[in-house]
């Protein structure tokens, strides 16, 4: 499922939970998932409240006072520790680390030493892991949302009185379209600037899709010009030509010619387990001509770390190198469809090539399918290809 992110009131950790709450997210649920966290004295209160003649969810974090501040070695360790899935974690790591960077880049100090103020509370990690605990249960798997409104004036944190948009989060949202409005007012709070920022693949108007839901999530403060809220549309994407994601990624890459070659299929699937986008063997010559095999990664930024320890634990590689790159992908989507040989995942891509929509059977399926009817994998693609092939992408 596709959810769009309608700023136009800025975006906060609490407002993005409301919205996701007033799509339907069990508040009961989402407190005893988080309460699997080594965190003490929060609670989750949700209300529906009247903003502008609009329904909406308001969701405030209750926590004790004095909440204990965090370095983000201690935030990394604890969601790296986290009792969720890995898309769950992955996602909380991604906003935090934006964070991490943000701060380090500020104050100049290495990103493990950043101490996080108001971002590192028990507020914040709620807000934070609770709207990945909560695009996970409502089968959200792609984000988009508008350009970011930023306000004027002062805001006061930790440091003393900043300007709006307040350094950290100016930082946090390098790359990302902004539009100045004349509301004294911090519309994008850090924590909302890292939502944005490391979970929605691309930014502008609201794209062409089938829309299933539309929730509300509102803001603490009131605000003169504007109702303070924020909208998250849900629903399926319609491919269209201009649907090509681009975003960022990290190729690392490392030559071995001194490994046992049966290794090679186990680092690969502990790649992909780790989150690796691409990983590919070539043959390469390496000093005194001796063969060797190129070791490709691609993934995403903040899976850098995680894919070069891999590596070095897993082969005999003794440095890596790695830079980041640009890539362009067509959209695609995971739906589930009707075959002559049963239920199959397929990806539903729009080809450019020929203006229409394409829908490749997964690899699992077709193979699980193999198996449990005893035919050739061969004749399982085959099938399913002049299938799909005749259907197209008729919904």
Known sequence: MYAYLDCFSGISGDMTLGALVDLGLDVAWLETELRRLPLDGFALEAEKVNVSGIQATRVSVQVEENPPHRHWRAIRALIEAAPYSEAVRRCGLAVFGRIAEAESAIHGVPADQVHFHEVGGVDALVDILGVCLGFEKLGIDAVGASPLPQGRGLVHCAHGALPVPAPATAAILKGVPLYGVDTEAELVTPTGAALAAGL?????PLPAMVVEAVGYGAGARQLADRPNLLRIFTG??????ADVVEESVTVIETAVDDMN?????HLMARLFADGALDVCWIPVQMKKNRPGTLVQVVCRPEDREAMIARIFSETT???????TLRRRALARQAETRESPLGPVTVKRIFDPAGQQVRLAPEYEDCRRIAVERNLPLREVYDVLGKFFGQTGGAS
Request: glycine share 22%.
């Open 236 to 241: 399926r994407r319609a491919c269209r030509e």
């Open 317 to 323: 590689s003794l440095g890596v190198r790695h830079g």
């Open 261 to 265: 070659p049966e290794i090679f299929g």
């Open 200 to 204: 929605a693949g691309s930014f502008g």
